[in-house]
């Protein structure tokens, strides 16, 4: 006579590893670092397209003057500073 069995067959409880919280923050680095190297591939790929030169890092700044530069409004360490109507009289203490 066979044995009929009334449950279905359970594998057995394996304890999760120890590392597994380490390998996800593995797997988020990696993810992290893989996307950011896809943007700055796709960066110099529109650079190209528009013709222009591959800047890592000066570009950024170009930019970003060139935007100050589109608005008219320069950062606020180029304005002149006042601190007091009369300027001979005016005292500034930080």
Not at 15 to 33: G, K, N, Q, Y
Not at 58 to 80: C, G, K, M, T, V
Request: proline content about 9%; overall charge neutral; cysteine-free.
């Amino acid at each position: 006579m066979s044995k009929v069995q009334d449950k279905p067959y359970q594998y057995p409880a394996v304890p999760a590893p120890l590392f597994s919280t380490r390998m996800l923050v593995v797997h988020f680095v990696l993810t992290i670092i893989t996307l950011g190297l896809w943007g700055l591939v796709w960066w110099i790929l529109v650079l190209k397209a528009e013709g222009r030169q591959f800047h890592l890092f000066s570009a950024f700044d170009e930019a970003y003057w060139q935007h100050l530069i589109l608005r008219e409004q320069p950062p606020s360490s180029l304005h002149p500073q006042q601190f007091d109507a009369n300027p001979a009289k005016s005292e500034f203490s930080a």
